[in-house]
């Protein structure tokens, strides 16, 4: 069990908007018998804005959020597709890059850290899958999501770039499903399955793009009448979830899909209660995937 | 697997009224380009398929279209290789995603040229050349920045899934950005306030939705996504105040003084007091949900050990102007995909699924 212990970095979005993701995964990955040791010192990744202004303070501060994994000796677990990319991006240009790297930790040493480059940056979805397993999350499965169809929401920056994620085959990734499989769900193949929810264009580009994406999105789910749409990462989440509405505004249709954090798709099917993983919180009402699953229990 | 199923987008505005799919069985042969199918189909069965096409070796950019959903050249894909890779028996192909379809796989490359013109793609010297008869000389580094983006050879793969051009036919689309950035951060070039006001006009540059598609599509690694990225970091530079750069300098302050966003009070520093009040109802909404954090409405706390952080920010701070970041090499990296078991439902079957 022990071996399963990862250094937490939460991101901001699972301490600020999304308190149901940070809560839902602590409780499942107890169940998956995953430790996580959070990394309370950590800071924001920077989001790709960061990185806009000043790159080399981002990477500084990213290096600065590795060393901290690097001092408790593991690898560093995300639930956030951007924090994932981020802290994958400053991985990769500090280890292929030798001058890079040493001066980062010219800076670094000024708060006595260092980056060495021995924490693997990882996300909650691939640890399920490779480190707890598909089988064992089968036969842990007590109320499985027969009666469902899923719509997996992969969110950019858990697919692409290749060459810094390189999980799986940006253009057909399969995780997802084959976690929804595994639940004993039916996966619903969508349009926007690979697709941008059009979060990181929101203060700029709101009305012109963010929230024509979050509407093509959450209807090409809602056209294969998926029950609920599902995503590993916390920006998506609120995106397709909290701005849903004005999305509908924008194209003058009712939408009204469920968005659901991965983890309380999984707290589902291994039997927890959809309160506890935060199913209320929700902006569009989740109400009808709670009778559902009450009832097949 | 002897034969596979090639299927191909149809249309001729001339007598179809809308788009339709024909299939062609043939052969799978080992080599075999995307394109040698084409061919085969188009001289053994049925001479009327329309496609572009030129050199056959990735260079020319000719034969750019969807293959499976995503934009790429043609001439570059294997068959054998995109049947293993979407674990399937047959090939679609489609033109160019984002653009109007003009014939079978033949696309409207006119209006991506229109776009084109606006950001001045050619050399635009900051001084004559040097009295002595000698070269504009540059810097290893400095050739360095336009190196992956002077690559581009116009194919419009990276267009054909662009999240923001899909969103809005207003955007600039990634390769013409690209090429904005090619110009603008060359050292002997002199037009670089010129061409980051033709990228920031409607602030086009900030639409990019950073979904890194553009870069994932192209056939040449030209990055578009990078540059995209390096064109913000310059117009910042320059002074230029956008939304973004606003957002960018929100994201720097709260490392520096919490180390975690302060998503609370976001809304009203990004955008004022009156702007704020529009999102009234939306935080009203959040607070509701218990989707707020109420404490961060009066600043927050810190992250621990957050002395570091301003030590590393400060330092930081003085050392970046030294530094010269290099742009990724990532020719060449590859990822490992262990998990070929799943065969991928097919939503590309529908009528019309490339509109």
Known sequence: MSQLKYAFYTGCSAKGVAPELYKSTYLVAEK????????????????????????????TINARNLALAEELGLDLLTICNTCTVMLRETKFKLDNDPDLKAAVNEVLAEAGLEYKGTSEVTHFLWEVIDAVGLDKIREMVVRPLKDFNIAPFYGCHIIRPVYLIGYEDPDNPKSIEMLIEALGGNPKDHEARLACCGFHSFWSAEEEVTLRLTAMDTKAAKEEKADFMVTPCPLCHTQLDAMQEEAEEKIGVNINMPILHLPQMIGLALGMNPKDLGLHKHIVPTDEIIKKITASA | MEFFNLKVFRYDPTKDEKPYYQTYRLPVEKGMTVLAALFKAKEEQDPTISFRYNCRAAICGSCAMKINGHGTLACKEQVTKILDKYNTDTIVVEPIGNVKPLKDLIFDFDYLLEKFKKVKPWFIPKAPPPPDGTEY??????????????????????????????????????????????????????????????????????????????????????????????????????????????????????????????????????????????RAPFGIKMLFKGKANIADFFGGHKVKRHDEVVKIYEKAKEKGKQVQIRIPQILGVVYEDKRKTRKRANFLDKEGGNQ
């Open chain 1, 32 to 59: 998956l018998g995953m430790e996580l040791i959070e990394l309370e010192a950590a800071t924001c990744c920077g989001a790709g804005a960061v990185q806009e202004k000043d790159e080399f303070l981002s990477l």
């Open chain 2, 137 to 278: 000389r540059q810097s290893p580094y400095e050739h360095h920045k336009i190196d992956f983006a002077s690559d581009c050879i116009l194919c419009a793969s990276c267009v054909s899934e662009c999240n923001a051009l899909k969103a809005n036919d207003e955007y600039l689309s990634p390769f013409v950005l690209a090429k904005a950035y090619r110009f603008a951060a060359d050292s002997r070039d002199g037009a670089k306030r010129e061409r980051l006001e033709a990228v920031l006009d409607h602030l086009n540059l900030e639409w990019c939705v950073r979904c890194w598609q553009c870069t994932t599509n192209c056939p040449k690694e030209v990055q578009p996504y990078e540059n995209i990225i390096r064109l913000r970091i310059m117009a910042a530079e320059e002074g230029f105040k956008t939304p973004g750069e606003r957002h960018a300098e929100i994201f720097e302050e709260d490392i520096k003084e919490r180390g975690l966003l302060n998503e609370m009070l976001l809304p009203i520093r990004q955008e004022g007091v009156i702007g704020a009040l529009k």
